[in-house]
């Protein structure tokens, strides 16, 4: 039998106190969305939201503890809550549930000079951890768009990548250590050690996780040392095809330029405030690192990209894209206007990346008449292969129904047309609600291992129902 929401109140205010229990309409309907574009147009449109029972602000691995134990023990939905900047619907919570919201937890707790890592609490946003380490030497060398909206334990959980990701990696390669919370309310701690050959790494069942286990309630990053110099150009490149054939040839021959990123004409003519001439596509690369190390690979990578065919225009192009990536209170206006505007990203093998970027704004173009504009970029390389992030934007009548439908007409042909080409549904803003439903066929033959897992840490399925696992 559901618990009434009175005893609820009063027992979870016993055990953690009363200024840790949020029960305030306002604030819960501010954790009743994150920032997945679906649901934000949806409201602007006339849906309404579906309100959590109530919002716990824990301060420590031990309230998270205590939170957990009860709410499993009562069978009561729990939604973990960062900044709220995932894209994914991965913190929209069900119904009925509690968020376990950890934005009080921002404590940065050890640095570790020595041996160049940081332990903090999860609730600390990236960008003041960022300016923290900075003052001290070190930068983290993650830097996703969303660096002043996200929260360490957020990126954890969601497969974050960052703009420098070719260089030094995605968050899966920065966590050294982690502690987090079962829903039975036990603790698990992995120290940090340079590497551990003691079966499978654990850390890494938290990375992408994505609340469906339980909560991280600590994460040792590793550090790196801030870059002496800097070498970058752009250049303009006959095609995306011809792009992406130039970044495989430098990233085969072992240059890791730490932002790598290939725009197509649309988003370029955005970003340089002119067109290019037809439908030449932008490369930028910029390198860094110790004195001596950016200009040695910026020449190599220069030799190559000219030898494919790219056109060097300077160091313009990646200033401007210095300037203004971070920049996206376009999207907020579009958003509150009715208009669909969201970001898709996939990752495939380089020999079928550019059929998926051709395939992808030629289909949607031609089969979705709501659609106002396709456009995307590669940002993160690999010597395997590479992503695509598409943008869209589309023009449903206003009726939330006919949002929903608009939405999934697009969805649903990006998905299916990566998957045909043998690529993964999702690089790097996680699976949340959204991409739930095509979990099972991603996985394949490995997808009852993860709900084996789930089942496992999560007998009661209490942890965060619907995302990342679809509901059955
Ligand atoms: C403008 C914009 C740009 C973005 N750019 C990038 C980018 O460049 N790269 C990138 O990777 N992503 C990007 N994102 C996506 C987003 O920032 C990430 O998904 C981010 O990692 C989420 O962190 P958060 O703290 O906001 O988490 P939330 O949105 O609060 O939660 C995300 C998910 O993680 C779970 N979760 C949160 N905290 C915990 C915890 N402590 N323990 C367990 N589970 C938890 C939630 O339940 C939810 O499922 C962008 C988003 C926006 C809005």
Redesign the pocket.
């Known amino acids: 039998m559901t618990l009434d929401s009175q005893t609820l109140i009063r027992e979870l205010t016993e055990l953690l106190g009363e200024d840790r229990v949020i029960t305030d309409p306002e604030k819960l309907a501010e954790r009743a969305v994150?920032?997945w574009p679906l649901r934000l147009v949806q409201h602007v449109v006339g849906a309404d939201k579906v309100l959590p029972r109530l919002m716990l602000r824990p301060r420590s691995t031990d309230e998270v503890a205590r939170a957990l134990a009860y709410l499993n023990e009562r069978r009561i939905p729990v939604?973990?809550?960062?900044?709220?900047?995932?894209?994914?619907g991965?913190?929209v919570p069900a119904a009925e549930s509690v968020v376990v919201d950890?934005s009080d937890m921002n404590q940065i707790l050890r640095l570790d000079a020595d041996n160049m890592t940081v332990t903090v609490q999860?609730g600390v946003f990236l960008a003041d951890l960022e300016a923290w380490v900075n003052e001290r030497g070190f930068i983290t060398g993650h830097y996703?768009?969303?660096i002043d909206?996200?929260?360490v334990?957020?990126?954890v959980?969601?497969?974050?990548?960052?703009?420098f990701s070719t260089k030094y990696g995605n968050i899966e390669d920065m966590v050294a250590g982690l502690e987090?919370v079962l829903p039975s309310g036990e603790v698990m701690r992995i120290e940090y050690v340079p590497r551990r050959a003691v079966g499978p790494d654990l850390r890494q069942i938290w990375v992408g996780?994505?609340?469906a286990f339980?909560?991280?309630?600590e994460v040792t990053l590793k550090l790196f040392p801030k870059p002496a110099e800097r070498w970058m150009q752009g250049y303009a490149v006959p095609s995306m095809r011809d792009g992406l054939t130039i970044i495989q040839r430098f990233m085969q021959a072992g240059w890791k330029p730490a932002v790598v990123r290939l725009i197509d004409f649309v988003e370029a003519a955005r970003l340089l405030q002119d067109t290019m001439p037809g439908e030449e596509a932008l490369l930028i690369v910029l390198s860094e690192g110790p004195k001596g190390y950016a200009q040695a690979e910026g020449a190599a990578v220069d030799e190559l990209v000219r030898a494919g065919g790219g056109r060097p225009m300077g160091e313009r192009p990646v200033e401007l894209w210095l300037e203004r990536r971070n920049d996206?209170h376009e999207?907020d206006q579009y958003i509150n206007m009715g208009i669909i505007v969201d970001t898709i990203e996939v990752a495939a093998p380089w020999t079928r990346i550019a059929d998926i970027y051709e395939q992808v704004t030629a289909r949607l173009k031609a089969e979705v008449p709501e659609l106002l504009v396709i456009m995307g970029h590669s940002s993160h390389s690999y010597i395997q292969g590479t992503n695509l992030y598409f943008i869209f934007g589309a023009q449903p009548p206003r009726d939330p129904a006919e949002v929903e439908r608009v939405y999934w007409s697009v969805w649903e042909r990006v998905m299916a047309i990566t998957r045909e080409c043998g690529g993964t549904i999702c690089h790097?803003?996680?699976i949340?609600k959204l991409r739930a439903r095509w979990v099972p066929e991603e996985l394949g033959s490995a997808w009852p291992l993860l709900q084996r897992l789930k089942q496992t840490l999560d007998p009661n399925g209490i942890m965060?129902p619907g995302?990342l696992l679809p509901r059955a």
């Open positions: 994150d920032t939604v973990p809550y960062g900044g709220g900047s995932g894209v994914a991965g913190a950890v999860p996703p768009q969303s909206v996200a929260q334990g957020g990126l959980a969601t497969f974050s990548a960052g703009q987090a996780s994505e609340g339980g909560v991280i309630t996206v999207f790097h803003h996680g949340g965060n995302t």
